[in-house]
Structure formats: C-alpha cells, structure tokens
C-alpha cells in the first residue's frame, strides 16, 4: 500500500464551500450592484448589504450540512476510524455498516462510529502519531495500555445503552454490544457524536480523536498541557512522515497532469 | 452521451471489482493503480466535459481561418484552442487536485500487500 497523510486533506474543502459561495455570487444579479453603486455605496457596504444577505442560505448550508454530513459520512469516519491504512474488509465492513447494524436511539449515532472497527488502534501507528502531531492528544495518558482503555471504553458504552436505548430494543441491542465487546473488536463513542452535534464544532476534528484518544479527552477542546514535543516526534519520530507527505504528492501531483492534458485533448477529439 | 453515461456510475460500484483487477495484476503496494488509472480514466468524464464545454464556445471560424492558412489538426489544437483554454485548464487543474487529494476511501481501498 502507497502510505500517504490523508489528514491534510481537509484545509482543501475549502475549495468545494468558495465554488459553492462563487456560484451564488455569480448567479445572483449584477443590477443590484449597479444600482447600490449609483446610490453610493462603497464596495464594503456593497458586501455587508447585498452579498451577504443573498449568500446567506448557502452559507447556512456549507456550516449546518457541511458539519452535519461530514461527520455521518461513513467513509470519511471508518478511514478516519482506523487511522491506518485501509484493508479490503474494511470496505466491505464500511458498507454494511451503512445499512445492517441495529440503530440504538438514533441513527446518526450508529453512522458516526457506533460500529465495530477492525482491530485496535497501535499506538505506534503513524496515524497515532499523526494525531499527536496535530496537538490533539496531549493528554500523557498513552501510558495506558490498548485493554485498560477498551475495558474503560466498554464500562462506559454499557452505561450509555442503559440510558439511551428504549427498552424494547435494550436486549437486542445489549446481546449485539456482548458481542461485540467478547470479540474484542466493539470500539465507538457517543459522546464525542453528541457533544459535537449539539456544539456544531467540526465533527471531522471529534472524528479523528476518538479512536485514539480517550473519553476523558472530549471534556476540553483545548489540549492540556500543550506538549510540542509531539510536532517533532511525529515529523522526525518512526514514522517516515515525510516520505508518507511525499507519497500523497506523487499520487496527487501526477493524475491532475494526466487529468488536464488527457481530458483536454479527449475534450478536443469530441465531435460538436 | 455515452461518454455522460459513465457518469451515471458510482465510484464505489467500481471500487471491488477495480481492486480485484490490481490484485490480478500485481499493483498492490505500488504507485501504479493511481498513476496509470489517472492517465486511461482522466478523472472521470466530468473533465472532459467541462473542457468541452468550453472549447464550444470558442468561435469556429478561428479553426476555419487556421485549415486555410494550412494547420493541422494538432497545429489548431496546439496554437488555437490550447492558448484560448488557459482559464478553464487552470480550472480543471485545481478541481482536480482538490479532488485528487481528498480521495480518501480510494487510497484506503487498495490494501496492505
């Protein structure tokens, strides 16, 4: 497999919420311009009074329904859930978690992660590690081995089944959490779902933090202490993340070559 | 229109069966399955159909003044349509890498060897 950092993907989803924002712009007429312009309105309170407000529907879209797919994506949260590299089961596991797995409570939850995951998270993974880069595990509890922290993960799910699955569905749902926790593979969390549906903070961001780190994480947004040492570890720790960063260059930077000049000379050849 | 057809197909239809062909053709843990699938399947027909989009706008009387000045069809392609398409090739470019750099479940699909 071609390792590469899928985790610097996301400051390029900007493109995808400025193309939404420019075709509203465009699309939106050029008379209303025009006629603030002769009323004498500067460029600003052109943007304060008639941009904004006429963007203002796809703004609510990109910030309600950016943050309330990404999360629900099912791709996005089990690549992000394994934080490793992606195996032919798992995209098998990906689609049936989609549709066959019981919804306790609600589905979104069960879309966000409330699934079995393939395997434990390595601590010495580079995505571990990666996370680590990015600030976000800071905590100092990676002292606590894989099954304390499972053990922990599974006291706490139980609990949460008992608060929030109706009774007709409690023993289902209970026999299918036994299960899964007896296989060892039942890995998820609610809290960092809700916590995240009800603040509308990035849910990519609760994504990538919870299959690594650990409940207690979710109770601040900021990392305490701030450990910077994490940033030099992971650039130049076991992992050759340069070599991971490269990787994604090369197979970024050489199909958007072959993408231009193929599609343009097909595009070309193309009769009218 | 045959070539909008293949639009109507989803990505993740494809995703087995093209792993199974890489598996068949020994690609896994190699670059290969991004580079050449990018070079025989240009980033899907959505490209190619903006492009051609564009290059209809352009006028044809530009190909029409090159063939009787004796230009080829690479000639045109080359000194006509090429230089007028800078703008939407640029545009290509970038939708493309966007697209390119956040294909996630694609990179992940193509396991471990």
Same mark, same amino acid.
């Given at each position: 497999?071609?390792?590469?950092?899928?985790?610097?993907?996301?400051?390029?989803?900007?493109?995808?919420?400025?193309?939404?924002?420019?075709?509203?712009?465009?699309?939106?007429?050029?008379?209303?311009?025009?006629?603030?312009?002769?009323?004498?309105?500067?460029? /600003?309170?052109?943007?304060?009074?008639?941009? %904004?407000?006429?963007?203002?529907?796809?703004? +609510?879209?990109?910030?309600?329904?950016?943050?309330?797919?990404?999360?629900?994506?099912?791709?996005?949260?089990?690549?992000?859930?394994?934080?490793?590299?992606?195996? +032919?089961?798992?995209?098998?596991?990906?689609?049936?978690?989609? !549709?066959?797995?019981?919804?306790?409570?609600?589905? =979104?939850?069960?879309?966000?992660?409330?699934? #079995?995951?393939?395997?434990? #998270?390595?601590?010495?993974?580079?995505? +571990?590690? %990666?996370?680590?880069?990015?600030? @976000? $595990?800071?905590?100092?509890?990676?002292?606590?081995?894989?099954?304390?922290?499972?053990?922990?993960?599974?006291?706490?799910?139980?609990?949460?089944?008992?608060?929030?699955?109706?009774?007709?569905?409690?023993?289902?749902?209970?026999?299918?959490?036994?299960?899964?926790?007896?296989?060892?593979?039942?890995?998820?969390?609610?809290?960092?779902?809700?916590?995240?549906?009800?603040?509308?903070?990035?849910?990519?961001?609760?994504?990538?933090?919870?299959?690594?780190?650990?409940?207690?994480? +979710?109770?601040?947004?900021?990392? !305490?202490?701030?450990?910077?040492?994490? $940033? $030099?570890?992971? @650039?130049?720790?076991? %992992?050759?993340?340069?070599?991971?960063?490269? !990787?994604? &260059?090369?197979?970024?930077?050489?199909? /958007?070559?072959?993408?231009?000049?193929?599609?343009? =000379?097909?595009?070309?050849? =193309? #009769?009218? | 229109?045959?070539?909008?057809?293949?639009?109507?197909?989803?990505?993740? /239809?494809?995703?087995?069966?093209?792993?199974?062909?890489? /598996?068949? =053709?020994?690609?896994?843990?190699?670059?290969?399955?991004?580079?050449?699938?990018?070079?025989? &399947?240009?980033?899907?027909?959505?490209?190619?159909?903006?492009?051609?989009?564009?290059?209809?706008?352009?006028?044809?009387?530009?190909?029409?003044?090159? &063939?009787?000045?004796?230009?080829?069809?690479?000639?045109?392609?080359?000194?006509? &349509?090429?230089?007028?398409?800078?703008?939407?090739?640029?545009?290509?470019?970038?939708?493309?890498?966007?697209?390119?750099?956040?294909?996630?479940?694609?990179?992940?699909?193509?396991?471990? !060897?």
């Amino acid at each position: 497999m071609v390792k590469t950092s899928p985790d610097f993907d996301e400051p390029l989803g900007c493109w995808r919420v400025s193309y939404h924002i420019l075709g509203c712009v465009t699309g939106s007429t050029q008379q209303l311009y025009e006629a603030a312009e002769i009323d004498g309105a500067s460029i /600003v309170q052109r943007f304060l009074k008639i941009t %904004i407000p006429m963007i203002s529907p796809t703004i +609510f879209f990109n910030s309600d329904c950016g943050h309330y797919w990404g999360p629900a994506d099912v791709y996005g949260t089990a690549c992000h859930d394994r934080w490793g590299p992606y195996r +032919f089961d798992d995209v098998l596991r990906c689609l049936s978690l989609q !549709n066959g797995l019981p919804l306790p409570g609600d589905g =979104l939850c069960l879309r966000h992660g409330l699934g #079995p995951v393939h395997g434990d #998270p390595d601590p010495d993974t580079p995505h +571990f590690q %990666i996370v680590r880069f990015l600030g @976000v $595990y800071t905590r100092g509890d990676d002292k606590r081995t894989i099954d304390e922290s499972r053990a922990l993960e599974c006291k706490w799910h139980r609990q949460s089944f008992r608060s929030t699955v109706s009774k007709g569905s409690q023993a289902a749902t209970r026999r299918q959490v036994a299960d899964w926790t007896n296989s060892g593979v039942y890995r998820g969390d609610w809290r960092g779902t809700r916590l995240h549906l009800a603040l509308h903070v990035d849910g990519i961001h609760f994504a990538k933090v919870r299959s690594t780190a650990h409940r207690e994480d +979710f109770v601040s947004l900021l990392p !305490n202490p701030i450990v910077w040492s994490n $940033y $030099y570890d992971a @650039v130049f720790g076991q %992992i050759p993340f340069p070599r991971y960063f490269l !990787n994604s &260059i090369i197979i970024t930077v050489v199909p /958007v070559a072959a993408n231009v000049i193929m599609s343009s =000379l097909v595009a070309f050849s =193309l #009769p009218d | 229109m045959l070539m909008l057809s293949t639009m109507m197909l989803p990505q993740l /239809v494809t995703m087995i069966p093209k792993f199974i062909l890489f /598996v068949k =053709l020994g690609w896994i843990n190699t670059y290969l399955p991004f580079l050449v699938q990018a070079f025989f &399947i240009p980033g899907g027909p959505v490209w190619v159909f903006l492009l051609r989009q564009y290059y209809m706008t352009l006028p044809v009387e530009l190909d029409e003044a090159a &063939i009787v000045d004796g230009a080829g069809i690479l000639s045109i392609y080359w000194l006509i &349509i090429l230089p007028l398409s800078k703008a939407a090739l640029v545009a290509v470019a970038i939708f493309s890498f966007e697209s390119h750099w956040g294909r996630l479940h694609e990179r992940h699909s193509v396991p471990e !060897n």
